[in-house]
């Protein structure tokens, strides 16, 4: 049974109830750096929600697929969507929907991550098998949700977040949320909170500090309350180029007492000379630089370190087997590309950084791995403030 998959401790819901461009609501959270948005539309007319949804996803792939869009409801609008070349992360679908298995056989939508809502144990034990994340609630009643199903209370969440969880199924919680929510509906097993009002006010009002605040204090209380590494194991950090990874396992690994290794380093090591002159003498070849990742990493595995994968790295099925075999955890630095482009574009050691372009292309097509695993939001934090938050989300 596959791995289930991780979803960051916000997830916001665009409100087409607010005067700004929904498309607008989902750049400015962006910005603020959240990874995952649902573009949910609702009342808006059909051709309204396809052109602020095309414009969303295509401000999204010129910035590396950031940030990862899911669309509420519409399989209409993903399939347009999938057909310009711009299928998003997800779709999410309702209890009245097209079901996701059927939905999963459309031209161009098999690649999507599907999620549900689910509001009662029978709709938690048989939940469509395509789906790999759920909806849990409401919680309380919503302003936004007129038609929400009875509430349910903590105890009901954490019902339904055990039962999805016996299914790898991710569990968001859902309805009326607020940050003062976040410490109870992580103990009660939700990977997520999806926030739609608390969020939409602050993009409305444009306060990015505040956005921004909001997601590092979710991401601090679920760190504290849901460990991803074992003191005697082992970690390995993937992410894009610029992201931090290096920084990061050293100072991690200073805490842990433990060996840091960055892998581009080791193979820089081995080879006597420095990526850029590796990349050259193979003239440009990305695939033989590869193999040398794989054959140089079991040595790096042999006893607990934290190990900075290079951005390519992880995109391989030899990497993460290799590492599945370890036990080892993975997490996925989650930086926004635009931050990490400004600082490795004028680099001269980063060989596959010197166009914006194709810079973005690369981390649009490795955002697919990196999005199911554990993220590390950096937020703008100083690489010592980051470590100690994950040094809080190892179990001793």
Same mark, same amino acid.
């Given at each position: 049974?596959?791995?289930?998959?991780?979803?960051?401790?916000?997830?916001?819901?665009?409100?087409?109830?607010? $005067?700004?461009?929904?498309?607008?609501?989902?750049?400015? @959270?962006?910005?603020?750096?959240?990874?995952?948005?649902?573009?949910?539309?609702?009342?808006?007319?059909?051709?309204?929600?396809?052109?602020?949804?095309?414009?969303?996803?295509?401000?999204?792939?010129?910035?590396?697929?950031?940030?990862?869009?899911?669309?509420?409801?519409?399989?209409?609008?993903?399939?347009?969507?999938?057909?310009?070349?711009?299928?998003?992360?997800?779709?999410?679908?309702?209890?009245?929907?097209?079901?996701?298995?059927?939905?999963?056989?459309?031209?161009?939508?098999?690649?999507?991550? @599907?999620?549900?809502?689910?509001?009662?144990?029978?709709?938690?034990?048989?939940?469509?098998?395509?789906?790999?994340?759920?909806?849990?609630?409401?919680?309380?009643?919503?302003?936004?949700?007129?038609?929400?199903?009875?509430?349910?209370?903590?105890?009901?969440?954490?019902?339904?977040?055990?039962?999805?969880?016996?299914?790898?199924?991710?569990?968001?919680?859902?309805?009326? =949320?607020?940050?003062?929510?976040?410490?109870?509906? @992580?103990?009660?097993?939700?990977?997520?909170?999806?926030?739609?009002?608390?969020?939409?006010?602050?993009?409305?009002?444009?306060?990015?500090?505040?956005?921004?605040?909001?997601?590092?204090?979710?991401?601090?209380?679920?760190?504290?309350?849901?460990?991803?590494?074992?003191?005697?194991?082992?970690?390995?950090?993937?992410?894009?180029?610029?992201?931090?990874?290096?920084?990061?396992?050293?100072?991690?690994?200073?805490?842990?007492?433990?060996?840091?290794?960055?892998?581009?380093?080791?193979?820089?090591?081995?080879?006597?000379?420095?990526?850029? $002159?590796?990349?050259?003498?193979?003239?440009?070849?990305?695939?033989? @630089?590869?193999? =040398?990742?794989?054959?140089?990493?079991?040595?790096?595995?042999?006893?607990?370190?934290?190990?900075?994968?290079? #951005?390519?790295?992880?995109?391989? $099925? #030899?990497?993460?087997?290799?590492?599945?075999?370890?036990?080892?955890? #993975?997490?996925?630095?989650?930086?926004?590309?635009?931050?990490?482009? $400004?600082?490795?574009?004028?680099?001269?050691?980063?060989?596959?950084?010197?166009?914006?372009?194709?810079?973005?292309?690369?981390?649009?097509?490795?955002?697919?791995?990196?999005?199911?695993?554990?993220?590390?939001?950096?937020?703008?934090?100083?690489?010592?403030?980051?470590?100690?938050?994950?040094?809080?989300?190892?179990?001793?």
């Amino acid at each position: 049974m596959n791995k289930m998959i991780q979803i960051p401790p916000l997830y916001p819901i665009t409100d087409a109830s607010l $005067e700004l461009p929904l498309s607008e609501q989902v750049r400015r @959270f962006a910005i603020a750096n959240f990874p995952i948005i649902q573009f949910r539309a609702k009342l808006m007319p059909v051709n309204d929600q396809w052109r602020e949804l095309r414009e969303t996803l295509l401000q999204a792939s010129e910035n590396g697929g950031w940030p990862l869009i899911v669309i509420n409801d519409r399989a209409d609008l993903a399939l347009l969507a999938a057909n310009e070349g711009i299928a998003p992360w997800g779709l999410h679908l309702g209890q009245t929907d097209i079901p996701a298995s059927i939905a999963a056989r459309l031209p161009g939508l098999n690649k999507l991550h @599907f999620g549900a809502s689910t509001h009662n144990p029978n709709e938690w034990s048989s939940i469509d098998p395509a789906c790999d994340h759920a909806g849990v609630g409401p919680l309380r009643a919503t302003q936004t949700k007129r038609d929400h199903d009875e509430i349910i209370g903590f105890e009901g969440l954490a019902m339904g977040c055990a039962a999805l969880r016996s299914q790898n199924i991710a569990p968001i919680a859902i309805g009326g =949320l607020t940050m003062d929510d976040a410490l109870p509906c @992580f103990q009660a097993g939700a990977e997520s909170l999806a926030m739609t009002r608390a969020l939409s006010q602050l993009a409305l009002s444009d306060d990015q500090y505040q956005l921004t605040e909001y997601l590092w204090q979710a991401q601090k209380i679920k760190c504290a309350e849901k460990k991803i590494l074992r003191k005697d194991s082992g970690l390995v950090i993937v992410g894009g180029s610029g992201a931090g990874k290096t920084t990061l396992a050293m100072r991690l690994a200073l805490r842990l007492g433990i060996e840091a290794i960055d892998l581009d380093s080791r193979i820089s090591q081995k080879a006597g000379k420095p990526i850029a $002159e590796i990349f050259t003498e193979y003239n440009g070849d990305e695939a033989l @630089f590869r193999t =040398l990742e794989v054959e140089c990493l079991p040595e790096c595995l042999e006893r607990p370190a934290v190990l900075a994968l290079g #951005a390519g790295a992880w995109q391989q $099925e #030899a990497i993460r087997g290799l590492v599945k075999k370890t036990g080892w955890a #993975a997490c996925w630095l989650a930086e926004n590309p635009n931050t990490a482009w $400004e600082r490795v574009k004028t680099d001269p050691d980063r060989p596959l950084a010197r166009d914006r372009a194709e810079f973005m292309q690369r981390w649009r097509s490795r955002m697919e791995e990196w999005s199911v695993l554990p993220s590390l939001l950096p937020l703008g934090r100083k690489p010592d403030e980051l470590a100690d938050l994950v040094f809080r989300a190892i179990q001793l």
